[in-house]
């Protein structure tokens, strides 16, 4: 379901500190598209060997930004592990986030808005 529209919707907001140029425009990102934070993503996951991604939080609200209200809001914490084996090192890292979901057409949940949170 990766080309619903609602992927294609998709925007990772980003904590103030990170804004940056990511997309090489000339222009300052308070946020990227899904095509970016698939790139950022795969070299991610290519860097390490294992990955361990624990979420947790059980709140859902709908979403005030959706004028459909179909919109869902999960806060989550996340807890992401990731391990290199030889050498062996970790690197672990905590963040607050907000998943922000709404169904398609089909009734198939999709992921629309990741928003950083502190």
């Given at each position: 379901m990766l080309d619903?529209?609602?992927a294609t919707e998709f925007l990772h907001h980003l904590l103030e500190?990170?804004?940056d140029d990511y997309d090489g425009d000339g222009v300052i990102d308070t946020a990227f598209n899904r095509e970016l934070e698939l790139q950022f993503t795969e070299g991610l996951f290519s860097n390490w060997d294992a990955l361990s991604l624990?979420?947790?939080g059980e709140e859902s609200y709908i979403?005030?930004?959706d004028p459909s209200g179909e919109s869902i809001a999960f806060p989550?914490?996340?807890t992401l592990t990731m391990w290199n084996f030889f050498p062996?090192?970790?690197e672990i890292e905590y963040k607050d986030l907000i998943f922000v979901c709404k169904p398609d057409?089909?009734?198939v949940w999709q992921l629309t808005n990741l928003i950083e949170v502190e």
């Open positions: 619903s529209i609602h500190t990170d804004w624990e979420l947790s979403w005030p930004d989550r914490a996340i062996a090192l970790e057409g089909n009734d």
